[in-house]
């Protein structure tokens, strides 16, 4: 194999993609050219490094230096002075992995330090579309270990590490397995659940760009711990990098031997495919995903039976998260102890989070279960923007809950946010400013379930337009009293009544602003006011009598 | 590339794709370090490093890190190589290209430090 002096890594996720990274790597490639260094230097795409919000961002190696934002112009620079003469640009470049370097703390070394990198470990670092970097990276070592050790070895690995599903309901993965172990069929099926529709939420995103054989390898697992031959990747069609990323590291799987028949001479045979999904919300949803796959349209199904004995063409069916797949190849390398030691009783690892709206620092973050939103916010994300107050946080998408100001001081982790009725969810954390209007933000958030309500059931398909006509109504100023007493009654009857967690969860934040933020809601109705200068209201139509 | 059809041959490979990545990992045998100053430069160093970098891809040793430096302030021994090895850092003075592919050859790959030639060390 070829050896470079310096490796070069670009950060090609799509947000940095747009951001122009692409001509950031040809403008090296042609800067090296110029200064024919491009039998030393290695150029090479990678996935996010976590700078895609200030700008293109580039690795070193070995000096092991973070370039960002890198503008077309700093390019001839960086190539003469760095990689021909080793002088490191102190003004753009951060050490990585850092805290206080001497380079003086910029924000962007901070955003490591309560974040543990487990499965953001090669997003960053390897290049996403080489299957040998993987491999170098302790790739497919959980595969090696697994064959070596049988099924049986791998659900009790996965089963002992208390690994709960990262996709919301946080239901325990080897449990799952366990019911599709026992279950006896003909064929089993492994699907990995890529349709990232919660609004505001992209980790896995950033993880398929990143880290795409890790998904694969976790689907591999999960097939040979259940006995499933065939795995489909359902994926949001939006994601228009991500599957090419997949595709490619299913192709290269197929041709080294990773998939297909007899892997690695051990006898069992695993295929994935990819299926893009047409961009519908409710299809996140386990059953409507399945319905999708096999070519319906993608309404829930009854619950039960439940997927994992009776699920993709009525056969026994395992569905993870990206996030959950993920998990499993780092837990069944270093072992289901090592996991445990990571994160708090109840919920261990890391997780994912994709930490956006009013903070200074927006991105996909990793952060062990434990530690508090406060903290979150504060040391990952640099504070509320504008030196603003905080007003509130909508953690785990908009089916997720509203955490005030007073609640902020919590841990993130299942069982502490059970205690104040919410949960990690989807894993987003939108932070809003003083600045927000709470009925602004729950008639955008009525306003895109209604539109995403799939229309199978009455409580769901009549309440979400109703729920927003009212909301609506409110924010222009034409509220009564007695709408909020609607809003509430018809929010429960929704949770009760509705066929899946779609028209379950629709009333979750609109409940939890009825009660928290009630002056607000009021001032809306009783005074025509907006405290934070958002809704327009429409003026006091005089009641003209024709004559 | 063939299909893998065994767990051995997944290890084999495994090896050889870290040897590749090792540039990256900081956890190498051997560190050189090579002053990039506008001495060095001036000196020749940059001749001295593709020499080591084309020594180093025949004898095919991975297990390296190149790094260049700024001037150490011993201007009149540019070009100044530095060998990082067993824990001790040896510095070659006036170091020519040929100089520098018996330096890899003896010292960077079999541990045999040239004495005639060593200005320094740490």
């Known amino acids: 194999m070829k050896f470079y002096r310096t490796h070069v890594l670009v950060a090609e996720d799509s947000k940095s993609l747009s951001k122009g990274a692409k001509e950031i790597e040809e403008l090296l490639l042609r800067e090296i050219r110029n200064l024919g260094l491009e039998k030393e230097i290695l150029i090479t795409p990678t996935g996010s490094l976590g700078y895609e919000d200030i700008g293109v961002a580039i690795a070193v190696y070995p000096e092991g230096i973070i370039y960002a934002p890198v503008t077309p112009k700093d390019v001839p620079l960086i190539v003469k002075e760095h990689f021909l003469k080793g002088r490191i640009l102190s003004n753009i470049s951060h050490e990585i992995g850092k805290k ?119 689907m591999i697992l999960a097939g040979f711990a259940t006995g499933a031959t065939y795995g489909y990747i359902y994926i949001r069609g939006e994601y228009e990098l991500s599957i090419k990323r997949l595709s490619k590291a299913i192709e290269q799987a197929y041709d080294y031997g990773f998939l297909g028949k007899d892997i690695l001479g051990s006898g069992f045979d695993f295929d994935i495919e990819i299926k893009k999904g047409a961009g519908a919300y409710v299809c996140g949803e386990e059953t409507a995903l399945l319905e999708s796959i096999e070519g319906k349209r993608g309404e829930p199904r009854k619950k039960p039976p439940y997927p994992p004995t009776s699920g993709l063409f009525k056969r026994p069916t395992v569905i993870n998260n990206v996030e959950t797949l993920a998990n499993i190849p780092p837990i069944l390398v270093n072992g289901s102890n090592w996991f445990k030691q990571i994160g708090v009783p109840g919920s261990y690892g890391t997780k994912l989070f994709s930490l956006m709206g009013d903070v200074n620092y927006k991105g996909v973050i990793e952060i062990p279960f434990g530690v508090k939103l406060r903290e979150i916010i504060e040391e990952v994300g640099f504070g509320v923007k504008g030196g603003k107050n905080l007003k509130v946080v909508i953690l785990g998408g908009v089916s997720g809950s509203l955490i005030s100001k007073e609640e902020i001081d919590t841990e993130v982790d299942f069982n502490s946010l059970a205690k104040i009725e919410a949960g990690p969810g989807s894993g987003s954390i939108v932070v809003l400013s003083e600045d927000r209007c709470i009925v602004d933000v729950v008639k955008n958030i009525a306003y895109f379930f209604r539109h995403e309500s799939c229309g199978k059931c009455t409580p769901c398909r009549v309440g979400t337009d109703v729920i927003y006509r009212i909301v609506d109504n409110v924010s222009k100023g034409n509220g009564q009293r007695e709408d909020l007493v609607k809003l509430e009654k018809l929010s429960n009857a929704m949770k009760l009544t509705s066929f899946c967690g779609l028209g379950q969860t629709t009333p979750n934040i609109l409940l939890q602003s009825l009660t928290k933020f009630k002056e607000e809601w009021l001032a809306h109705i009783d005074e025509r006011k907006c405290p934070s200068n958002i809704c327009q209201f429409e003026p006091i139509k005089e009641e003209v009598i024709n004559e | 590339m063939d299909k893998i059809k065994s767990i051995e041959d997944l290890r084999k490979l495994r090896e050889q794709a870290k040897a590749f990545l090792r540039t990256r990992q900081g956890e190498v045998k051997v560190k050189i370090y090579i002053s990039m100053g506008t001495v060095g430069i001036a000196a020749g160093s940059r001749d001295v490093l593709l020499a080591i970098l084309d020594e180093l891809q025949k004898r095919n040793f991975t297990d390296v890190q190149i790094i260049e430096r700024g001037s150490m302030g011993l201007d009149v021994e540019e070009p100044v190589v530095g060998v990082d090895r067993d824990g001790v850092v040896v510095y070659y003075g006036h170091v020519a290209p040929e100089m520098a592919r018996q330096i890899v050859a003896s010292h960077v790959i079999n541990g045999q430090i040239i004495s005639d030639w060593v200005i320094a060390k740490e």
């Open chain 1, 100 to 218: 206080d370097v001497s380079l003086g703390i910029s924000k962007a070394e901070k955003v490591l330090s309560v974040q543990k990198k487990v499965l953001l470990r090669r997003v960053g670092s390897i290049n996403p579309e080489s299957i040998e970097e993987y491999i170098a990276e302790d790739g497919y070592l959980a595969l090696e270990k697994a064959f070596e050790n049988g099924s049986e070895w791998v659900l009790n690995e996965v089963k002992n590490s208390e690994l709960r599903g990262r996709g919301g309901a946080g239901f325990p993965t080897g449990k799952k397995w366990e019911f599709t172990a026992m279950a006896k069929s003909d064929v089993k099926f492994v699907i990995c659940n890529a349709d990232e529709g919660e609004p505001g939420t992209f980790k896995d995103r950033v993880l398929m760009e990143g880290d795409p054989h890790s998904i694969i390898e976790g």
